[in-house]
Structures are given as C-alpha cells and as structure tokens.
C-alpha cells in the first residue's frame, strides 16, 4: 500500500531523540516520530510511595497539552480523562520493566510525558522516549554517587503495527490509526516482548496476523533502540 507520506507498507516514520532537552529535569528528551512530538522528562524524589516496603518505585503521568491536536484539547483540570489514565498506567508498567526497582534505594522516579503535538503513536513513542529520561536520571543519580549500583537492567521501546484496508502497516499516522480494522502497540525489549495491547476495533484478527504484526515490528523497534542508546550516551 502507497501510503500518504510516501512510505512503503512496513516503514516507520522518521525518528529523532533530542537528549537532556529540559534542563531542570533529571533526565529529559524530546521524542519525535513524524509529526508526533512528546517531552518525556524524569525527576528524581527522595521518598516512596507507603505501600513500598523496599527499593524504590517509578510512576508516570502522560497529558496531551491544548494544542497537540487540531481541535483544543482541553487541560482536564480535575483530572486526567480515561484514555490519560490507561496511557499513564501503560507507561509506568513498561518502564518500571526496564528497572530494577529494589536498587531504587528509597528513591521514586517520576516520568512526565508530554505531547505537543500529536500525529498517533504518542503512547508508544512516550514509552520509547520515557526511556531514555529514565537511563538519563539513572546516570546522573550515579555519576553523584547517590546510587550504590545501576538499576537500570534492559532497554524499552515501542511502535504501532495495523492492519488497513486488509493491509498491515507499520507504525500508523492519525489517519491510518482512524481508518484501522485492528491497531496494535507493541512493547519490546532488546530480549523480545515485554507487552502487547490491541484491539479489533471495527474486525477481528486471528492469532496468524497477530504473530505476523509481531514479526513486523520488530526491525522497527530495533532501530530506536539504536537511536535510544545514542541519545542515553549522549
């Protein structure tokens, strides 16, 4: 399928990770896949939350500011809306993934991932970027020597596979996501898959597609954890 930014059927979008863009974060970065662009910063806190009984912890909050989308989106005052709630808790299950939260050491990690503009794929690519914030804190609660070892234990990352039209597609623009018959988001580690969440949203798939969306993602994947590791060592 000729797809409307010209890519071929199992291309992702061109990505970028800008490291340490806010300066007051821990770790910091801004992610970009396409037209989708998400801050993802890591503070540091020394407290955990009371059900902690040791280590540490990491939580994550995920909002999408007013004009990421083309219509305003509004700041949820109160509190985070639904499709927020289920993203953040997405967000801080995977990335405590990619830590070992008993080396923490008291210390709660807080990941903010902001969408300033939105194109789809903003769950996954905060996850992707997430990561990086994260393994940033980490080398600066190291290099100050207020951690004993590295809890950090693998890589993160994570894209959107699709099918359209009959068609599977590799990570999915708004248009492709609304028009999609089944949408997927993928969650990998360099060691395989750490989690798959998907729908059928207007078909079905069998378990046939769901391990050929699997294949597809993963070379994709494998090039942000390139892009991650360079933007970590930065």
């Not at 890591?42 to 990491?58: C, D, N």
């Not at 989308?69 to 967000?91: A, C, F, V, Y």
Request: with cysteine; proline share 4%; glycine share 10%.
């Amino acid at each position: 399928m000729q797809r409307s930014d010209g890519r071929n059927s199992y291309d992702p979008r061109p990505a970028r990770i800008i490291p340490d863009f806010l300066g007051n974060a821990d770790g910091s970065c801004l992610i970009e896949t396409g037209r989708t662009r998400v801050i993802c910063t890591a503070k540091v806190e020394k407290r955990v939350p009371p059900f902690i009984q040791w280590g540490g912890w990491l939580s994550a909050t995920y909002a999408m500011l007013p004009a990421s989308t083309s219509s305003r989106k509004d700041r949820g005052k109160n509190r985070p809306d639904g499709r927020s709630i289920e993203i953040q808790r997405l967000i801080g299950r995977t990335l405590r993934g990619a830590v070992q939260l008993r080396k923490l050491d008291g210390i709660t990690l807080w990941v903010d991932c902001d969408v300033i503009e939105a194109d789809a794929g903003t769950r996954t690519a905060a996850i992707t970027g997430g990561y990086v914030a994260v393994a940033r804190a980490i080398r600066k609660l190291m290099r100050e020597d207020r951690l004993k070892s590295s809890p950090l234990r693998r890589q993160v990352a994570a894209i959107s596979v699709g099918r359209v039209k009959g068609e599977w597609l590799v990570d999915l623009d708004y248009g492709e996501d609304g028009a999609a018959e089944v949408d997927l988001n993928l969650v990998w580690t360099e060691e395989g898959l750490l989690e798959v969440q998907g729908t059928g949203e207007k078909g079905h798939f069998s378990p046939e597609e769901l391990s050929e969306a699997v294949r597809l993602s993963e070379a994709p994947v494998r090039k942000l954890f390139a892009l991650q590791k360079e933007a970590v060592e930065a």
